[in-house]
C-alpha cells in the first residue's frame, strides 16, 4: 500500500489550528470569490459517489468549478466498474492517474481509508457508510462559529440516529477538541450512540447526558442538531418503520427554546423537522449548505497545496502502525470494508490488551476476543 498524498479521511486527520484556518479561508472566499475564482485552474477533482447524495457531491462539483477546476466522476455504483465487481483499491489505483484530488463516498465503513492507502493524490471522505462525513463537519463547525461567534463553551443536543448518524460521529469527534461543550444526547434506546464512542466520551470526561425527551432537553441548548433515521442503513424495514418518526422538530417543541438557539441538521430531512421551522430564524440547516460550500472550497485548495498554508504529508491516525493480524479474527461489522473486499487484511489495534479488547483498523468497531 502506498501514500504519499495528505487526505481527509476523519475530522481527526486535521489540528484545530487548520480547521481555524480552513474556516478563516471559507470567510475570506465569502468576503471576495473573485479572489480565488482561478486558484485551480488545470487541476481536475474525481467525485466518486457509490452511494446517493445531493450537497456533498454538488458542492464539491460546484466548490473545484468555482475555484477555476475541472470536475469528473460518477454518481452511482451502477455506473462504474465497481458493478462489475472491482475493487475500492483498484479504482483508486486507476482514478488517481488522471485526477488530481478525488472526493468519494461509499458505503462500507474504512472504504475511504483503503482508497486514501492507495492514491498518489488527495482522497477526501465524502462519507463512508454509518462511519465519517468530516466535510458535513466542516460545515457544520463553520455554521456554528458564524451563528454563535464561538465553538467554545455551547451545550449541544444531538438528536435522532446516533446509532449509524455518521455526521454525528464526526461532529463529537471535533467538537471534543473545544473547551466547555457540554452534550445532550436524544435518541431512543435503539439509535443511542455507539459503545465505544460513549466510552470515549467518559474516559475524555466529558460531560455528556442522555435524554431521551427532546422538549425535556430543549431549554438548555444553544445548538440543536437533528438527524434523519436512516433507512439505507436499516436491514429490517419493520424496525425502520417503527423508529422513522421518533422525533419531530415542531414549532410547538420550540416553545421553551433559547431565542438564540441555533438548529442545524446536515440533510437530507424527511420528516423530522417541521417545514414550519424554516420560517424560524434559528433554523440555519440551509444556510449550513451555503457555508458547506466554502468549506469545501478552502480544503480543495490546502489539499491540493495552493494555498499559503501548506499541508504536511501525514497518515490518517487509524493506529495502523500498531495494527496487529490476529489468527482467524475477521472485523464482526458488516458494514466493514473488509467483509466485502476479501483481499484486504484483517488488522486490528490493541486498545487494551489485558481485557483482549482490540479495534478494527478500518471501521474503528472494538472487539472482545
Ligand atoms: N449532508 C449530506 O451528506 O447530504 P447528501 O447526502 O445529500 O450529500
Same mark, same amino acid.
Given at each position: 500500500?502506498?501514500?504519499?498524498?495528505?487526505?481527509?479521511? *476523519?475530522?481527526?486527520? #486535521?489540528?484545530?489550528?487548520?480547521?481555524?484556518?480552513?474556516?478563516?479561508?471559507?470567510?475570506?472566499?465569502?468576503?471576495?470569490?473573485?479572489?480565488?475564482?482561478?486558484?485551480?485552474?488545470?487541476? &481536475?477533482?474525481?467525485?466518486?459517489?457509490?452511494?446517493?447524495?445531493?450537497?456533498? +457531491?454538488?458542492?464539491?462539483?460546484?466548490?473545484?468549478?468555482?475555484?477555476?477546476?475541472?470536475? #469528473?466522476?460518477?454518481?452511482?455504483?451502477?455506473? *462504474?466498474?465497481?458493478?462489475?465487481?472491482?475493487?475500492?483499491?483498484?479504482?483508486?489505483?486507476?482514478? *488517481?492517474?488522471?485526477?488530481?484530488?478525488?472526493?468519494?463516498?461509499?458505503?462500507?465503513? %474504512?472504504?475511504?481509508?483503503?482508497?486514501?492507502?492507495?492514491?498518489?493524490?488527495?482522497?477526501?471522505?465524502?462519507?463512508?457508510?454509518?462511519?465519517?462525513?468530516?466535510?458535513?463537519?466542516?460545515?457544520?463547525?463553520?455554521?456554528?462559529?458564524?451563528?454563535?461567534?464561538?465553538?467554545?463553551?455551547?451545550?449541544?443536543?444531538?438528536?435522532?440516529?446516533?446509532?449509524?448518524?455518521?455526521?454525528?460521529?464526526?461532529?463529537?469527534?471535533?467538537?471534543?477538541?473545544?473547551?466547555?461543550? *457540554?452534550?445532550?444526547?436524544?435518541?431512543?434506546?435503539?439509535?443511542?450512540?455507539?459503545?465505544?464512542? +460513549?466510552?470515549?466520551?467518559?474516559?475524555?470526561?466529558?460531560?455528556?447526558?442522555?435524554?431521551?425527551?427532546?422538549?425535556?432537553?430543549?431549554?438548555?441548548?444553544?445548538?440543536?442538531?437533528?438527524?434523519?433515521? &436512516?433507512?439505507? +442503513?436499516?436491514?429490517?424495514?419493520?424496525?425502520?418503520?417503527?423508529?422513522?418518526?421518533?422525533?419531530?422538530?415542531?414549532?410547538?417543541?420550540?416553545?421553551?427554546?433559547?431565542?438564540? #438557539?441555533?438548529?442545524?441538521?446536515?440533510?437530507?430531512?424527511?420528516?423530522?423537522?417541521?417545514?414550519?421551522?424554516?420560517?424560524?430564524?434559528?433554523?440555519?440547516?440551509?444556510?449550513?449548505?451555503?457555508?458547506?460550500?466554502?468549506?469545501?472550497?478552502?480544503?480543495?485548495?490546502?489539499?491540493?497545496?495552493?494555498?499559503?498554508?501548506?499541508?504536511?504529508?501525514?497518515?490518517?491516525?487509524? %493506529?495502523?502502525?500498531?495494527?496487529?493480524?490476529?489468527?482467524?479474527?475477521?472485523?464482526?461489522?458488516?458494514?466493514?470494508?473488509?467483509?466485502?473486499?476479501?483481499?484486504?487484511?484483517?488488522?486490528?489495534?490493541?486498545?487494551?490488551?489485558?481485557?483482549?479488547?482490540?479495534?478494527?483498523?478500518?471501521?474503528?468497531?472494538?472487539?472482545?476476543?
Amino acid at each position: 500500500m502506498k501514500k504519499e498524498a495528505r487526505s481527509l479521511i *476523519s475530522i481527526l486527520d #486535521l489540528s484545530v489550528e487548520e480547521i481555524n484556518w480552513l474556516m478563516d479561508t471559507a470567510d475570506a472566499i465569502e468576503a471576495d470569490p473573485e479572489a480565488f475564482s482561478e486558484v485551480c485552474r488545470h487541476k &481536475q477533482l474525481a467525485t466518486l459517489f457509490f452511494e446517493p447524495s445531493t450537497r456533498t +457531491r454538488l458542492s464539491f462539483e460546484s466548490s473545484m468549478l468555482s475555484l477555476g477546476g475541472s470536475v #469528473l466522476g460518477f454518481s452511482s455504483a451502477n455506473s *462504474s466498474s465497481a458493478a462489475k465487481g472491482e475493487s475500492v483499491a483498484d479504482t483508486i489505483e486507476v482514478v *488517481s492517474n488522471y485526477v488530481d484530488i478525488i472526493a468519494m463516498r461509499h458505503p462500507k465503513e %474504512g472504504a475511504a481509508y483503503v482508497a486514501s492507502r492507495h492514491s498518489t493524490v488527495p482522497v477526501i471522505n465524502a462519507g463512508d457508510g454509518g462511519h465519517f462525513h468530516p466535510t458535513q463537519t466542516l460545515a457544520d463547525l463553520l455554521t456554528i462559529r458564524r451563528k454563535k461567534g464561538r465553538l467554545n463553551d455551547l451545550c449541544i443536543g444531538i438528536c435522532g440516529d446516533l446509532k449509524y448518524g455518521r455526521t454525528v460521529h464526526s461532529l463529537i469527534e471535533a467538537m471534543q477538541r473545544y473547551e466547555g461543550i *457540554s452534550y445532550v444526547l436524544i435518541s431512543p434506546e435503539e439509535l443511542r450512540l455507539p459503545e465505544y464512542m +460513549r466510552q470515549k466520551l467518559e474516559a475524555e470526561g466529558a460531560s455528556c447526558e442522555e435524554e431521551p425527551d427532546l422538549e425535556k432537553a430543549m431549554p438548555k441548548l444553544d445548538v440543536l442538531y437533528m438527524t434523519r433515521i &436512516q433507512k439505507e +442503513r436499516y436491514s429490517d424495514e419493520a424496525e425502520y418503520q417503527r423508529l422513522k418518526d421518533s422525533y419531530i422538530l415542531t414549532e410547538d417543541k420550540l416553545r421553551d427554546a433559547k431565542p438564540d #438557539l441555533s438548529i442545524l441538521h446536515p440533510l437530507p430531512r424527511v420528516n423530522e423537522i417541521s417545514v414550519k421551522v424554516d420560517e424560524d430564524e434559528r433554523a440555519c440547516y440551509f444556510y449550513q449548505t451555503y457555508c458547506g460550500k466554502q468549506m469545501r472550497m478552502a480544503l480543495i485548495m490546502y489539499l491540493l497545496g495552493l494555498s499559503e498554508h501548506k499541508p504536511e504529508v501525514s497518515k490518517s491516525d487509524t %493506529g495502523e502502525d500498531e495494527a496487529v493480524s490476529l489468527s482467524g479474527l475477521c472485523c464482526a461489522n458488516p458494514a466493514c470494508i473488509s467483509t466485502t473486499e476479501q483481499e484486504l487484511p484483517q488488522r486490528f489495534v490493541p486498545v487494551d490488551k489485558e481485557k483482549g479488547i482490540y479495534r478494527c483498523v478500518y471501521c474503528d468497531m472494538e472487539m472482545k476476543i
